[in-house]
């Protein structure tokens, strides 16, 4: 789905990012890398491969749009040190030709040890670029427009009787937009469209628009 935002042309993907063109540029939001391992040390069953899905997701997106830049907008790592911290660098490390920019989110809580050994670039908690005010909490900014993370938005919808349907969505409103999770392994929460909000919703691998 293409859009123009604040006389940029940006394309929201059902993989739940964002690509600009102009920038050659993705943007994403909490990845939450390192949840899977972190609940599978607790002693949870959860499937090592959920948390593996997030890199294949990755290394599509680039495949296929072959950015210069990935923007990632807090909560790129879930909690704690553990494994997949050094399965992220070797990610990373396979793509010399991406610059990989970390704004940190509430989750992002490493020794900065560990960050200094990475290829990323990082930002403690915005970065502007063009009208863009990037974030992970959602701010409001004079003289820009806010992209941010960290509420994982879904839109609910109704069907007959009791029955309803909770999508993840891009959601913009007058000051700022909300990316959708990208994690394989995040929650969502309900957002209320406004009249003057647009949301699109993530289904059956499509954007829909939400009257």
């Known amino acids: 789905m293409e859009i123009t935002l604040h006389g940029e ?4 993907l ?15 939001s909490d990845l939450h890398l390192g949840k899977v391992d972190h609940f599978r040390k607790a002693g949870i ?8 899905a997030n890199y294949v997701l990755l290394q599509e997106l680039i495949n296929l749009y072959v950015p210069r830049s ?15 911290w050094e399965r992220l660098n070797e990610f990373i490390d396979s793509f010399p030709e991406v610059d990989f920019i970390l704004i940190k989110g509430n989750h992002d809580i490493l020794h900065s040890s560990q960050y200094e050994r990475t290829q990323l670039v990082i930002y403690q908690d915005h970065h502007t670029l ?9 701010e409001e900014k004079n003289g820009f427009y806010n992209l941010c993370g960290h509420i994982h938005p879904c839109i609910k919808l109704r069907g007959k ?24 392994f995040t929650g969502h929460h309900p957002i209320k469209k406004g009249p003057k909000d647009d949301v699109y919703a993530i289904a059956d691998g499509q954007i829909v628009k939400i009257a």
Do not use: T
């Open 14 to 28: 059902p993989e739940k990012a964002i690509y600009w063109p102009k920038e050659q540029a993705l943007i994403l």
């Open 130 to 138: 063009g009208p863009f005010y990037l974030s992970h909490h959602p």
């Open 70 to 84: 990935m923007y990632i907008l807090g909560d790129l790592f879930h909690s704690e040190y553990n494994i997949d």
């Open 161 to 184: 009787g009791r029955q309803y349907l909770r999508l993840p969505c891009f959601y913009f409103g007058e000051h700022g937009g909300i990316l959708p999770a990208i994690g394989s």
């Open 45 to 52: 069953a959860v499937p090592e491969k959920a948390g593996l």
């Open 9 to 12: 042309q940006l394309h929201l």
